[in-house]
């Protein structure tokens, strides 16, 4: 690591055929990498997930629609589920994380490089595997067969009598091989956060990007590690002819959703908090402001990290659990809320009295705060017990999930895209085309995810390949699917724009935000051992302490 | 990361952060528990509930010696690492091979009992619930002990090479953690199906 060394790997870059260049990919273990690997991954499935998605919405556009079969609908709506949980946003939100980590807490490379490359081709593995199951879903014969048991694959559903053939064992297989590469990360991440900070970078001092990240892997260890257990359970079941599922022969099922959304529920903090992370970053930097109660949004992290392995039979309501149980869960959810809330305030301040520039990243973070809180707001009525009753597995549900997982996850990562392109390439985006992906994509959305509410409220259950006509539902779910197009031009717009600015962007310089996060004090792209002197920190905001020694930060923290 | 790097005044002359080794295995481990900790509910929420024989306490027997010997490998690779802190490489060596010594009769004794519950009892992991459990958690937990008895045969491999230098102790130590871990999982697995269950 002596920093005179370094320099002589500079020579022969560009050069190379690109076999040669190629392979480095494959055989790489930068950080820098592996984190621009993993997103176009996940940017790949997203085009996938997105496609599945689009086919649900073209069958249910009008009443009594023969655009696919039951049996495709189902292989869809499971394959959109899971693609988009587990091989969209896991590997997306990982692999700015691992991009970024290092940069920002002024180190060299993740705590086990190795390791973090073990992980992406898991994960990566995991989504082949899945995919495979088109062709390989029913053996060695006939078409292929894709798992249509839905993503979280309810018993006895998913016992060999209800799923012949191996679709399910492929959903089984490639969730228990990337959540390996999960696991993987997030010791990975908890090793790089805590051993290979910089020196003068307390936790205290840390970027609020590395601090969520700590708590977003400290969630995965305790939550991915139960779905791998139950995945296992359910390998024996179908391999070994167990009963852990199988009420047949004395097994529950209902010890299946337990499992599960013990997982399931953490997962959907695993992902939001990340997008929290990137929101904390942007905010202030477009708001021209430090971010407001820098220890109170640690507390709230935390916190919410705790909680959130305390709610997971919300999900489960309508299973019918004792009325002690319902209560339980109902207070817990709503209690997630109060951190959340902080949460919110406190961006809400950071922005407050700011000189704010709406440029794209942080338009896109607007938008989030507004979606965001819609999405917790449909969260705490869905936690009401009774109300649950009458809504669960409707698609009031379905749009409540999607504004988190849409409104707000996704906003923040199409932000993060814009924020940080500059750093990852070397190169400006164009801020036209990036105006337009904000107002496609949030016409589109506010079509699609406002006005599936309705239907879900006048009685449209989830995952029906069809529907009657004169249910009243007709028009929203034209409506809904009106605004598919819209998001589908906006993505379109999006990838336009990564690939021109790739090829033709402006030159970006180191710090185009006028940032003050340390992944801005070295050149764009950096170079691969990222800092030639390891820097010295004595602040959050290190790059303001240089840019302002007359009035710098660590006077006041 | 301790580079030359430091030149400020304010910051304090050492930056000491935690091993990332340590981390890692504590890290590894807690997810571990967490498997484990799914497995132990399943265990104690089927107790009772297997709808047909045989039953735990018609066919289990304690096993105290294969128990003894697990836990007492705790106590060897204790030794072998504190051996290889103090450069006493063929102490390391001794004990870190009494510690396989010891594992690989834990596993032969979980095969014996394996067998005679198959071949004696009919009892198999698709029989009722209790070998649906039983095997699930024992097998997880023999697993695990494998997985050790392969990284320790590596270590001993090195050894015997004159790979094994006292620089080389701390990750001696950090895979010792692992095997401890083993260890108390074992006596959690131990109480949960020869105690409580029986």
Same mark, same amino acid.
């Given at each position: 690591?002596?920093s005179?060394?370094?320099?002589l790997n500079l ?8 076999g ?9 273990v930068?950080?820098?990498k592996l984190g ?7 940017l790949l499935?997203l085009?996938?997930g997105?496609?599945?998605? #689009?086919i649900?919405?073209?069958?249910l ?10 049996q495709?609908f189902n ?14 946003f896991?590997?997306m939100?990982f ?5 970024l980590?290092p ?5 060299r ?13 898991? #994960?990566a593995?995991g989504g082949?595997?899945?995919y495979f199951?088109f062709i390989?879903g029913?053996?060695?014969?006939g078409a292929?067969?894709?798992p ?7 018993a006895?559903? #998913?016992s ?8 399910t064992?492929?959903w089984?297989?490639g969730?228990l091989?990337?959540?390996f590469?999960?696991i993987?990360?997030a ?5 790089t956060?805590l ?11 840390m970027?609020l990007?590395?601090w969520?990240?700590?708590?977003m892997a400290g969630m995965v260890?305790l939550?991915v590690?139960p779905?791998?257990a ?10 070994l002819?167990a009963h852990f599922?199988?009420?047949q ?13 013990i997982?399931?529920?953490?997962e959907?903090?695993?992902l939001?908090?990340?997008?929290f992370?990137f929101v904390?970053?942007i905010i ?6 430090p971010i ?11 916190c ?7 709610v997971w039979?919300?999900?489960m309501? @309508?299973?019918?659990?004792t ?9 817990t959810?709503?209690v997630?809320g109060v951190?959340?809330?902080i949460?919110?305030f ?9 000189k704010?520039?709406f440029r794209?990243?942080?338009l ?5 705060l507004?979606q ?9 009525m869905?936690?009401?017990s009774?109300? *649950?009753?009458?809504?669960? *597995?409707?698609y009031f549900?379905?749009a409540?999930f999607?504004y988190?997982?849409?409104g ?5 990562i199409?932000?993060?895209f814009y924020y940080?392109?500059p750093?990852m390439?070397?190169?400006?985006y *164009?801020?036209?085309?990036a105006?337009?992906?904000f107002?496609?994509f949030l016409?589109g959305?506010h079509? @699609?995810?406002d006005f599936m509410h309705i ?5 449209m259950?989830r ?5 009657e ?5 007709e028009?929203?779910?034209?409506i809904?699917?009106i605004?598919?197009?819209f998001?589908i031009?906006?993505?379109l ?10 090829v033709?962007?402006?030159?970006a310089?180191?710090?185009p935000?006028d940032?003050?996060?340390l992944?801005?004090?070295?050149s764009?792209p950096?170079p691969?051992y990222n800092?030639a002197k ?9 790059l303001w302490d240089?840019k302002h020694?007359e009035?710098?930060d660590?006077?006041?923290? | ?7 400020r005044?304010l910051?304090k002359?050492?930056w000491?952060?935690p091993?990332r ?5 504590f890290t590894l481990?807690a997810?571990?528990a967490?498997?484990?900790?799914i497995f132990v509910?399943?265990y104690i929420?089927?107790?009772d509930?297997?709808?047909?024989g045989?039953m735990?306490?018609?066919v289990?027997?304690?096993p105290?010696f294969n ?10 690779i204790?030794l072998?690492?504190?051996a ?8 390391f060596?001794?004990w870190w091979?009494?510690?396989i ?9 979980t095969?014996r009992e394996?067998?005679?519950?198959i071949?004696?009892?009919g009892?198999?992991i698709s029989?009722?619930?209790f070998g649906t459990?039983y095997?699930?958690?024992?097998g997880?937990?023999a ?5 050790g008895?392969i990284f320790?045969?590596?270590g001993?491999?090195f ?15 950090i895979?010792s953690l692992y095997?401890?871990?083993?260890d108390?999982?074992w006596?959690?697995?131990f109480?949960v199906v ?5």
């Amino acid at each position: 690591m002596a920093s005179e060394t370094i320099a002589l790997n500079l020579v022969d870059r560009g050069t190379r055929p690109i076999g040669d260049r190629l392979h480095d990919w494959v055989v790489t273990v930068d950080h820098k990498k592996l984190g621009i690997l993993y997103i176009l991954y996940a940017l790949l499935f997203l085009v996938i997930g997105g496609i599945e998605a #689009t086919i649900i919405r073209i069958q249910l556009v009008v009443p009594h629609n023969h655009f696919v079969s039951p049996q495709v609908f189902n292989r869809m709506f499971t394959m959109h589920g899971t693609t988009m949980i587990f091989f969209v946003f896991m590997p997306m939100l990982f692999g700015f994380g691992t991009y970024l980590i290092p940069l920002m807490i002024g180190a060299r490379d993740m705590a086990f490089p190795r390791l973090n490359a073990f992980s992406f081709w898991m #994960t990566a593995f995991g989504g082949l595997l899945l995919y495979f199951s088109f062709i390989g879903g029913n053996g060695l014969y006939g078409a292929g067969n894709a798992p249509d048991v839905g993503w979280f694959a309810y018993a006895p559903l #998913t016992s060999r009598a209800f799923s012949p053939g191996h679709s399910t064992d492929f959903w089984t297989l490639g969730l228990l091989v990337s959540g390996f590469g999960s696991i993987g990360t997030a010791v990975n991440f908890i090793a790089t956060i805590l051993c290979m900070r910089c020196p003068g970078m307390t936790l205290g001092k840390m970027p609020l990007l590395a601090w969520l990240n700590l708590v977003m892997a400290g969630m995965v260890i305790l939550a991915v590690s139960p779905l791998t257990a139950a995945q296992i359970m359910l390998s024996i079941d179908r391999y070994l002819g167990a009963h852990f599922f199988d009420s047949q022969a004395g097994g529950s099922a209902v010890l299946w959703m337990h499992f599960f959304w013990i997982f399931g529920h953490p997962e959907v903090y695993i992902l939001v908090i990340p997008a929290f992370a990137f929101v904390s970053e942007i905010i202030p930097v477009f708001s021209r402001k430090p971010i407001f109660g820098y220890p109170v949004m640690v507390a709230a992290t935390v916190c919410i990290g705790f909680v959130s392995f305390s709610v997971w039979a919300h999900h489960m309501f @309508t299973v019918g659990m004792t009325s002690y149980a319902n209560s339980f869960f109902t207070i817990t959810t709503m209690v997630v809320g109060v951190p959340t809330g902080i949460k919110i305030f406190n961006w809400i301040g950071t922005m407050w009295g700011g000189k704010i520039q709406f440029r794209a990243p942080m338009l896109f973070c607007v938008g989030f705060l507004f979606q965001f809180l819609t999405a917790g707001l449909t969260g705490i009525m869905l936690s009401a017990s009774p109300f *649950n009753w009458q809504l669960s *597995n409707s698609y009031f549900v379905v749009a409540h999930f999607h504004y988190v997982l849409v409104g707000a996850i996704l906003f923040t990562i199409f932000g993060a895209f814009y924020y940080w392109f500059p750093k990852m390439t070397g190169r400006m985006y *164009n801020e036209t085309f990036a105006k337009w992906h904000f107002w496609l994509f949030l016409i589109g959305f506010h079509l @699609t995810f406002d006005f599936m509410h309705i239907p879900g409220m006048l009685g449209m259950p989830r995952r029906i390949y069809t529907y009657e006509p004169g249910r009243g539902w007709e028009i929203w779910n034209l409506i809904v699917t009106i605004g598919v197009i819209f998001q589908i031009a906006g993505v379109l717009v999006f990838v336009f724009n990564l690939l021109r600015s790739l090829v033709k962007g402006e030159t970006a310089g180191s710090d185009p935000w006028d940032a003050w996060t340390l992944e801005w004090s070295t050149s764009s792209p950096p170079p691969e051992y990222n800092f030639a002197k390891i820097p010295v920190v004595k602040s959050r905001r290190p790059l303001w302490d240089i840019k302002h020694p007359e009035d710098p930060d660590w006077k006041y923290e | 990361m301790s580079s030359g790097a430091i030149a400020r005044p304010l910051i304090k002359p050492e930056w000491a952060l935690p091993s990332r080794g340590r981390v890692g295995m504590f890290t590894l481990i807690a997810a571990e528990a967490a498997i484990f900790t799914i497995f132990v509910v399943a265990y104690i929420f089927y107790i009772d509930k297997s709808l047909s024989g045989p039953m735990p306490k018609d066919v289990l027997e304690l096993p105290i010696f294969n128990t003894v010997c697990l836990l007492s490998s705790s106590v060897t690779i204790h030794l072998a690492v504190r051996a290889l802190r103090n450069a006493k490489v063929g102490a390391f060596g001794l004990w870190w091979f009494v510690t396989i010594a010891l594992g690989a009769i834990f596993l032969v004794g979980t095969a014996r009992e394996w067998q005679r519950l198959i071949f004696e009892k009919g009892l198999t992991i698709s029989t009722n619930l209790f070998g649906t459990t039983y095997y699930s958690l024992v097998g997880l937990h023999a697993f695990h002990v494998t997985a050790g008895l392969i990284f320790l045969a590596i270590g001993m491999i090195f050894t015997f090479l004159g790979k094994v230098k006292p620089e080389h102790s701390e990750r001696a130590e950090i895979f010792s953690l692992y095997w401890h871990f083993v260890d108390a999982v074992w006596v959690i697995v131990f109480t949960v199906v020869y105690v409580v269950g029986r």
